[in-house]
């Protein structure tokens, strides 16, 4: 079944949903109230299907018409040999022999027209038979279609009631939030007091097999391309990737349908492509680790041109400063390219600085070049992932199989460092392999063992 007909049939079911106002959530309690598609009379119809094509072949439609032509040919042969049996004038030498050649030749003539009269027989019985099924196919195919489209026109009800509470409900939640407190010299965005969600949660069309990866939006995209997502698996041994696949929408992207991929490159991993998952894409061009080096790659995805800059020579790449925790280490995540409501910086860690991060604006000129840096204390290897949001860094750490933490905080415009946040992202997944925050819609975009998932920030 296609992918476009498994979404209608998940469209079609209809669900329950009732709200409230907790705190500063609206809470959606799902329930399934109505019967299943009856996916068994589908699947039914199908092997039907496949039967009648099977057994109903063109080559078994000109069996008949061979058999008429063999018998046509046997039968001209027939009479050319009586006529020449008259003709003869032998004194009765040789007609003994051509009596019995005719006589054989009569036999073959009575084996094709029994041969031809059971063939007609068994196409008669499979035409009546292929008659039947057809009748039952088409009286299922309504009964179908007559359920598919009452459960549609019940969804479409719901999903009308659904919108006037959840609307009702977040008119009540803003009428009772505080003001955003502002802060000098940040985005007035007030300050990040926790992380709900997941919002969306999808496995990639890849499946399980490619458990790192990138996607989200282009922070800066140019005209007509606002509703655009992007996705890269690294599809050579979890680490390289040689091309960027784009979405027109949220919801192709979750259904992985009509894709648009450009390629860095056509070979897989080379010169300039990419190595490990922490990636952003901004003003249309993607910002990531060049391969085996310790630059910045900058790939155009119109003139598909790359850029590069270097870092500083001591930058930790190919595994020497990854983000980790006890139970294992992220591959090739050396370096940490983020974005935020100025643009996007990258994250990584020096043997100068002892391992620990270090924050670098990249200014997306073309080439980029590297702007203002900052030096953190926070070691690089204690954390799994980090982002920005109104020039603030955070990072977060692995608690356990269901809770990643945002722990620490670096703001690059008072130098302040904090290692008491404590805020809690509820994990779909074991393991968190990207993270990036996207000041167009202020979500958290992860990619979670093969999953993509989106969480809200909260700020006060």
Not at 49 to 66: L, V, W
Not at 211 to 224: E, I, L, Q, V, Y
Not at 333 to 362: L, P, Q, R, W
């Amino acid at each position: 079944m296609s992918q476009a007909n498994i979404f209608i049939l998940m469209a079609a079911i209809p669900l329950i949903f009732s709200q409230s106002a907790r705190g500063k959530d609206c809470v959606c309690e799902l329930q399934n109230s109505d019967p299943a598609f009856p996916e068994n009379k589908l699947n039914n119809v199908e092997f039907t299907a496949t039967q009648c094509t099977e057994n109903i072949t063109s080559e078994k439609m000109t069996e008949i018409d061979r058999l008429v032509l063999g018998l046509q040919h046997r039968i001209r042969q027939l009479l050319e040999n009586v006529s020449m049996l008259e003709r003869e004038d032998n004194g009765n030498l040789y007609a003994a022999v051509s009596l019995r050649i005719i006589e054989l030749e009569l036999t073959e003539i009575q084996d094709l027209l029994d041969k031809l009269n059971r063939t007609t027989n068994n196409y008669q019985q499979l035409s009546v038979k292929a008659a039947t099924e057809l009748q039952d196919m088409e009286e299922t195919m309504s009964e179908l279609e007559n359920f598919d489209q009452t459960q549609v026109m019940v969804k479409q009800r719901e999903n009308q009631r659904i919108k006037r509470d959840l609307n009702r409900c977040k008119e009540d939640l803003n009428s009772t939030s505080p003001s955003p407190t502002l802060i000098s010299g940040h985005c007035g965005l007030g300050r990040m007091v926790n992380v709900s969600g997941p919002k969306t949660y999808s496995l990639t069309v890849y499946g399980t097999s490619y458990s790192f990866g990138a996607w989200g939006r282009d922070a800066n995209p140019g005209p007509g391309d606002e509703n655009k997502y992007w996705l890269v698996v690294l599809s050579s041994s979890n680490a390289y990737g040689h091309f960027i696949r784009q979405y027109n929408s949220l919801s192709t992207t979750i259904l992985g349908i009509v894709p648009t991929d450009t390629y860095i490159s056509s070979s897989n991993p080379t010169t300039n492509t990419i190595q490990g998952s922490n990636m952003v894409v901004y003003a249309n061009a993607l910002y990531y680790n060049c391969y085996n080096t310790y630059s910045v790659c900058q790939f155009n995805m119109t003139t598909r041109a790359v850029s590069t800059v270097a870092l500083p020579s001591d930058t930790g790449y190919n595994n020497k400063f990854p983000f980790a925790h006890l139970g294992t280490t992220y591959s090739y995540t050396d370096m940490d390219f983020t974005t935020d409501e100025s643009g996007v910086y990258v994250i990584y860690a020096t043997t100068s600085n002892f391992g620990n991060v270090i924050i670098t604006k990249v200014e997306t000129s073309n080439p980029p070049v590297l702007g203002q840096t900052w030096t953190t204390s926070l070691h690089k290897k204690t954390a799994t992932n980090t982002f920005m949001v109104c020039g603030v860094l955070y990072a977060t750490r692995y608690l356990d199989k269901e809770i990643e933490e945002i722990f620490y905080s670096y703001d690059t415009k008072t130098n302040e460092e904090r290692y008491d946040l404590k805020i809690n992202i509820k994990k779909m997944q074991t393991n968190i392999k990207y993270m990036n925050y996207d000041p167009r819609d202020h979500l958290l975009y992860v990619y979670s063992d093969a999953y993509i998932v989106t969480y809200e920030i909260m700020f006060t």
